[in-house]
């Protein structure tokens, strides 16, 4: 039996997420398919986390255990002529038989993307958030550093099936920062692990600092433990981005 790692980007606008979900297209459900034809028998793929409907992925890592001896530049050639050409792999090697994707992940940096002119290209339109409003971004740049820390964070947190089961939302965030790149308004974040709608929550937060509505000790209360503070307001998922996953 063999353990392979990949790397892999794709566009997330046609598809219901990463996790397998009955009639819908997954980008898990698209790799399991086609790795079961290679191997004429079923695969199971792990995944690095779970992105949601309409994310995208510049660096996604996966693994799953085949027989076939096939060398991994020929898997990942057989893969790519399968796959559909919104997932491209770029990456293929042999990993330990124990290595988890999500388990195993040290970190986790993820990137968001708001247009800011008038008129959005329509290049851009699948891939950021328009927001040609009046905005204030020397707030968001200056109060973004206070997402960095461990925190409980529950009012940054959908709901999510596993929550009867009482898991903890408490994250540690390495880097959290905004800035302006040109014509767009970046928010970039790392941390140990993201909770559902997460990073989507926290640019939603940011927004309203930006409109006037948030202030820093709206951001600090969010943080505390024991909030009650309902979770929001949620941006767009298609502007969202897994740049990377980092292992030792």
């Given at each position: ?46 995944g690095s986390g779970r992105t949601d409907a309409g994310v995208h992925a510049l660096a996604q890592v996966a693994a799953f255990t085949i027989t076939n001896p096939i060398p991994c530049a020929n898997l990942q050639k057989a893969m790519n002529r399968l796959l559909p050409r919104d997932i491209r792999i770029l990456e293929v090697e042999e990993a330990a038989p124990d290595f988890h ?148």
């Amino acid at each position: 039996m063999r353990r392979i790692r990949v790397t892999l980007s794709y566009d997330g606008t046609a598809y219901h997420g990463w996790q397998v979900q009955p009639a819908l297209s997954t980008i898990q459900g698209a790799l399991q398919t086609v790795l079961t034809e290679i191997e004429n028998a079923a695969v199971s793929v792990d995944g690095s986390g779970r992105t949601d409907a309409g994310v995208h992925a510049l660096a996604q890592v996966a693994a799953f255990t085949i027989t076939n001896p096939i060398p991994c530049a020929n898997l990942q050639k057989a893969m790519n002529r399968l796959l559909p050409r919104d997932i491209r792999i770029l990456e293929v090697e042999e990993a330990a038989p124990d290595f988890h994707p999500r388990f195993h992940a040290k970190a986790k940096t993820y990137e968001y993307r708001i247009v800011r002119t008038e008129i959005c290209s329509p290049f851009e339109r699948l891939y950021a958030l328009h927001h040609p409003y009046p905005l204030a971004e020397a707030p968001i740049f200056e109060l973004a550093p206070l997402i960095e820390g461990e925190h409980d964070f529950t009012a940054f947190a959908a709901t999510d099936e596993k929550d009867e089961i009482g898991l903890s939302k408490v994250r540690a965030i390495y880097s959290s920062r905004a800035e302006r790149r040109g014509e767009m308004l970046i928010y970039r974040v790392r941390g140990s692990g993201f909770l559902k709608h997460m990073v989507r929550n926290i640019v939603g937060v940011l927004l309203e600092v930006g409109k006037g509505n948030l202030t820093r000790e709206d951001i600090a209360a969010r943080l505390r433990p024991g909030c009650e503070i309902p979770a929001g307001p949620t941006v767009p998922a298609r502007g969202l981005f897994l740049v990377g996953v980092e292992y030792d």
